[in-house]
């Protein structure tokens, strides 16, 4: 049982490129998340999905897009990488319930040059 | 809006010493509140949470509503409780959302 998969788990871009952040789990969570992991920011919600066909802004949206493509998978889209979105990027998926657990990937390092 | 503050980035103790981590809330509803650790090399995962009210590896943490708390705390630090702890706080406005505190890092020193 793999839980929650990212990939790539390490990127490193330069200014202006794009690239996908790919999140799968195999849990059969209906929510799903994307945060970012900055120092002394804690964790920032990105983007969210309820369901399968809705996904939300959290927190700090600007500069990216999401696409829930089925229940499973979950991706975060950068468009034009700036060095600001060079984060520890973490997908989650979350039991049911008031008081679900988040069920975390490993992460995925981004530097944007 | 919901808030999570954690005042301490950084938390060094001695092994034996009591712990205690900081945490307060800001929401006009009813808190669902976590601890989330993340160990060395290990992913985020969930430590404990208030309405079990159970203790996890020595760790608890009381609600007080009063003060808008929720300290974690543990009678007798261990060198590896060593690790990120971040306060969490449960919403639910049509989706279930967790906001996180900025995290504190633990450091047990023998």
């Known amino acids: 049982n793999a839980g929650v998969t990212q990939t790539p788990k390490f990127q490193v871009l330069k200014t202006g490129q794009s690239m996908t952040l790919q999140c799968a789990q195999d849990m059969n969570h209906n929510s799903m998340y994307w945060y970012r992991q900055d120092p002394g920011m804690g964790l920032r919600l990105i983007y969210y999905?309820?369901?399968?066909?809705?996904?939300d802004k959290g927190e700090v949206p600007n500069g990216y897009n999401v696409s829930r493509l089925n229940k499973r998978e979950f991706s975060l889209r950068l468009e034009s990488a700036a060095p600001s979105q060079t984060s520890v990027y973490f997908c989650?998926?979350?039991?049911?319930?008031?008081?679900?657990?988040?069920?975390f990937g490993e992460g995925s390092r981004l530097t944007v040059l | 809006a919901q808030r999570v503050t954690q005042p301490e980035k950084l938390l060094s103790v001695f092994k034996g010493a009591p712990v205690e981590l900081k945490c307060n809330y800001s929401y006009s509803g009813s808190p669902e509140l976590f601890w989330y650790v993340q160990y060395s090399r290990q992913r985020l995962q969930l430590l404990l949470r208030?309405?079990s009210r159970e203790s996890i590896k020595g760790f608890t943490a009381d609600l007080n509503k009063g003060e808008t708390s929720f300290h974690l705390k543990k009678p007798f630090a261990q060198e590896e409780d060593s690790a990120m702890y971040y306060c969490a706080l449960s919403t639910i406005q049509g989706a279930q959302k967790l906001v996180f505190g900025q995290g504190t890092r633990l450091t047990i020193n023998p």
């Open positions: 999905s309820a369901s399968e066909g809705t996904t």
């Open positions: 989650a998926s979350i039991t049911g319930g008031a008081d679900g657990e988040l069920f």
């Open positions: 208030h309405i």
